[in-house]
């Protein structure tokens, strides 16, 4: 028979699986050896530490609790008291700032929007161009109309004075390109006028500043909106200005107080309950209990249980793929293309359990010794008869496994056929008696068992390959 060995081997994880399954009691040995170990390691170490701690110790113990009870509590009250200091000013801006108080539906509401030219040109034939100062200037007019200083000019135009924070809240400055807009919204007509004039008196009064420490450039007024009330009579949007600017000033504010309201309302609760506790600075009960003690074994005893079947049956797979045994007929006849002449395997057992596990690795191996002899005397007689026109005479049995075994391998078939067909070799490896006997055969049969590798089968087959010698099939044995 041609031999079609594979170049690579692959590992059988399904293999691997049911060795750990055929292995459990290992495994389970293993599990308990580190579980009583660490339990009882740790348990022991535990419970020698029962009532030895020093007066001293519990003092300093009952001590820390005190002193981190009393660090705790003055957090609390720390952060409850700034954040309620900070609710009452709230509430004192919200009474006093105009725009807080303003109707969001009806208020009054005027702007202006200018537009910023320079001298600058493209010029396409040229190289170098001129520097495009715009975006600049509309850059200093919106720092100068939000600066302090523009709004203390702001304030010295209005009849009725307030504060600088509550009329910046009153202004917005935007800028798109070379645009400038400035809108200005108030709880009056006369005062919401005179902020936005002020702004336009301010702004002709700064060009000055910004032609001679920029660039010289026009402001144009591109339009001018009175001021008007943003709804009509009835009530209704009028459609005059009004972009909700007001209504969402106020809703961030109220959301923002809501969320100051449950910030406070956190940290008293959290102080009154701490407050409610009496740290204890009884140190007489300090210590490891008994109970702890042994629950603390336990506990380890589970993780010593767990990681004993990890190393277990880690240290199982990994033997198993260095050793790479044969371990079922399906490998023999996948890996190397060769005949399964008879398979033979002991401990198929009496459980249900076992005869499921037994099957799933070793697959259509026999537990029957005699069993596996007629088998493969059957299969040796029902060979030799296939090439008869070949005239076989003998096959020389093969193999790196006990001596013993292979006479009695020997002795069965051909007691069985009632012939001497099959000729006891031996190892062709390392014995020259072997190598000698399988001179004259054309076939040969190879005897294996579950100890010999894969490895070391190859090597029997390229042996026999360099030799010109076929190989009618292989025996597995137990």
């Not at 700064?206 to 660039?215: A, Q």
């Not at 008994?290 to 380890?300: E, H, P, R």
Request: glycine content about 6%; charged content about 25%.
């Amino acid at each position: 028979m041609e031999m079609e060995m594979r170049d690579e081997d692959e590992i059988d994880l399904l293999q691997l699986c049911f060795l750990c399954l055929r292995k459990w009691k290992t495994i389970l040995l293993a599990g308990v050896v580190l579980a009583l170990a660490l339990g009882g390691y740790k348990g022991a170490r535990e419970l020698s530490k029962v009532g030895t701690e020093v007066a001293v110790e519990a003092e300093e113990t009952a001590e820390e609790k005190v002193t981190q009870y009393d660090a705790t509590l003055a957090s609390y009250k720390a952060q409850f008291d700034r954040l309620s200091e900070t609710f009452e000013k709230n509430q004192v801006y919200e009474q006093e700032s105009i725009i807080m108080n303003m109707n969001p539906n009806n208020y009054f509401s005027g702007s202006s929007t200018y537009y910023i030219s320079t001298d600058y040109k493209i010029m396409p034939d040229m190289t170098y161009q001129d520097v495009d100062y715009s975006a600049d200037i509309a850059q200093a007019y919106l720092s100068y109309l939000t600066s302090s200083e523009c709004l203390a000019y702001v304030q010295s135009k209005l009849t009725e004075k307030i504060s600088a924070k509550y009329l910046s809240e009153l202004i917005r400055v935007n800028v798109t390109g070379r645009v400038l807009n400035v809108k200005v919204v108030g709880d009056t007509s006369g005062r919401t006028t005179e902020i936005l004039n002020a702004i336009s008196e301010a702004i002709d009064n700064y060009k000055k500043e910004v032609d001679t420490k920029i660039h010289e450039h026009k402001l144009d007024l591109m339009e001018y909106s009175e001021v008007e009330n943003t709804s009509s009579t009835d009530g209704s949007e009028s459609g005059s200005g009004n972009d909700n600017y007001v209504a969402d000033v106020q809703k961030q504010f109220s959301d923002s107080q809501i969320n100051l309201t449950n910030q406070i309302s956190t940290f008293y609760d959290k102080y009154t309950k701490l407050a409610d506790t009496k740290v204890s600075t009884d140190s007489s009960g300090s210590g490891i209990t008994k109970s702890q003690a042994v629950k603390s074994g336990v506990k380890f005893g589970i993780i010593g249980l767990i990681l004993g079947f990890f190393v277990a049956a880690g240290f199982i797979v990994f033997k198993a793929i260095i050793e790479d045994k044969i371990v079922n007929a399906g490998e023999i006849s996948y890996l190397f293309g060769l005949r399964i002449f008879g398979d033979y395997k002991s401990g198929a057992g009496s459980g249900a359990f076992d005869k499921l596990l037994y099957k799933l690795s070793y697959g259509d191996a026999l537990p029957d010794k005699e069993k596996f002899y007629e088998v493969a005397a059957a299969n040796v007689k029902t060979f030799a008869t296939a090439f008869k026109d070949e005239d076989i005479k003998d096959i020389s049995l093969i193999g790196r496994i006990d001596s013993e075994a292979l006479q009695s391998i020997v002795k069965s078939i051909n007691d069985i056929n009632g012939d001497d067909t099959v000729k006891l070799a031996g190892d062709i490896i390392t014995d020259a008696s072997a190598i000698n006997a399988i001179r004259d055969a054309k076939y040969t049969l190879i005897a294996v068992d579950r100890t010999t590798s894969k490895k070391d089968l190859r090597t029997q087959l390229e042996k026999l390959k360099g030799l010109k010698k076929h190989v009618a099939g292989v025996l597995l044995f137990d």
